[in-house]
């Protein structure tokens, strides 16, 4: 087996290095988590009802950006790799890539451009649309955050069935969806490259010791 990094771990991958050689504890991390897929098929779930309205809202989303966005959006069931990434893209467009993120809360969603921003970067979206768009081919990939009201059965004691659902409804739903663009940077997609490479050897290591 070879190392090839999840377009979803990729910015865990990416963080800062110990030292030029060393992967710092982040990235060891990424590289444990695929060495524990590939030799028990183990995958951490995160069951959290901001994950599952994500889930359970898909659709709506979907129907959400391409009316606002009037783009005609395929949902994507193909997962790609090469000899250095493997992902499977969301939604598919005739010369871009899409990615919809359900914010689960009206103080959880980016209401400013350069917030939006941030949480691309702090969700290392930026990394994986770059992915994305090297397995299929793409030069943009948009990050679509998009707000909705919560369903009731994700509502727990302390959370506001008014602010999850009546005033999340008044809000017009122009205001509810912010898009960030995301441009293919070949330069990136090289360094993601090399990281991926330095970290075949702790990778092999890991395996070696954990299969055995």
Known sequence: MTFK????????????????????????????????LDVFDYRREIDAKMINK???????????????????????????????????????????????KCSWSIDSFPWTHDDAVQKVKDGGYDWQGQVYMELWGKKVHYVDFVLLPTPHS???????????VDLVNRIPLQKRIRSVKI?????LIEQAKERVEMSRDYYNELLKEISS
Not at 8 to 16: D, K, Q, V, W
Not at 156 to 162: A, I, K, M, Q, V
């Open 154 to 164: 994700l509502l727990g004691y302390n959370d506001d069935e008014y602010e999850h």
């Open 54 to 100: 994500g889930l359970m809202l898909e659709d709506d989303a979907i129907k959400a950006i391409s009316l606002l966005k009037a783009v005609k959006l395929t949902k994507n069931t193909e997962r790609k790799s090469n000899d250095w990434f493997s992902g499977e893209c969301d939604l598919l467009t005739d010369d871009s890539i899409r990615d919809t």
């Open 5 to 36: 990094c999840r377009a979803s771990a990729l910015g865990g991958l990416m963080t800062r290095l110990q030292n030029k050689t060393t992967l710092g504890k982040t990235s060891k991390k990424v590289v444990l988590n695929a060495v524990l």
């Open 183 to 187: 441009e293919y940077d070949e330069s």
